[in-house]
């Protein structure tokens, strides 16, 4: 993902949300919001050129998202893909702040990411390689291509949206689609500066990006119900911002509370 808000024990209906967008190139080949034929109990998009994904959820009711660290110097041409943390935690009986403490030993290893990682009860947080690991206390939380809650224009303007949307009653799917279908750039004295041409800052400060060659691929929202429901709802764009599908899978989490709990 490149756009992320998670709200942890903040709506009454659900222990957990998660709203956001998978910016890459058009022309990387992926495929759609599944369960994984060779790991059935994982139900997520698939990046056919690395074979990981940027977020996923199993039949426990675990969630897991990734996002890119962008910044110069990060990219390790050599580092395993960061897309293989998502099942990696998914196929893992850890609990959340466990494995993240372990993966936070090792983030080195990687270019930069932020993880997110869901048991059923805790949402933890991995940022490598130098941000280290946490649980996130309840609350609503920003996420892009920097460390969690850096106040990037695009983060603040749809946490703040989707956290009002919280407050108002009953919580669809639909209504948090809208909310992330923002194409509005940030002000020039508002981008942030990550070592890209302005002209790319520009470009990448929209929450949703349409560009012939890089722009937002798909926008998913997980909502995780008090009641153990899983709902997973993809909708995947062409370059131009279009829906050109879109997927809805729901399920009762196998079991409740952490995986090693």
Same mark, same amino acid.
């Given at each position: ?44 998009? +698939? ?38 943390? #998502? ?67 695009? #983060? ?7 956290? +009002? ?66 709902? #997973?709802?993809? +909708? ?26």
């Amino acid at each position: 993902m490149c756009l992320l808000v998670a709200a942890v024990d903040v709506h009454p209906d659900y222990r957990l949300v998660l709203a956001g967008h998978r910016d890459e190139f058009h022309a990387r080949p992926a495929s759609a919001l599944a369960w994984w034929e060779e790991a059935p109990g994982i139900l997520a998009g +698939r990046d056919l050129e690395a074979g990981g994904t940027w977020l996923g959820a199993d039949r426990r009711g675990r969630v897991s998202v990734v996002t890119n660290y962008r910044a110069p110097g990060s990219l390790r041409p050599d580092a395993p893909s960061r897309g293989l943390l #998502v099942p990696r935690f998914l196929a893992s009986d850890l609990p959340a702040a466990e494995f993240m403490a372990r993966l936070a030993g090792e983030a080195a290893a990687y270019s930069g990411f932020n993880l997110l990682a869901w048991d059923g009860a805790t949402l933890a947080y991995c940022g490598g390689p130098d941000a280290g690991a946490r649980t996130l206390p309840p609350g609503v939380y920003g996420l892009s291509n920097a460390r969690l809650d850096t106040p990037w224009s695009k #983060v603040t303007r749809v946490r703040d949206r989707v956290s +009002r949307l919280l407050e108002a009653g009953p919580l669809h799917a639909d209504r948090l689609f809208r909310i992330l279908d923002d194409r509005q750039v940030a002000p020039d004295d508002q981008l942030p500066e990550t070592g890209l041409d302005i002209e790319l800052e520009r470009l990448l400060s929209a929450p949703l990006i349409v560009s012939e060659q890089y722009g937002t691929r798909c926008t998913t929202v997980v909502l995780v119900g008090r009641d153990s429901t899983v709902q #997973v709802v993809e +909708r995947r764009l062409a370059p131009d911002g279009s829906t050109v599908g879109r997927t809805r899978m729901a399920f009762q989490a196998a079991r409740h509370g952490t995986a090693g709990g």
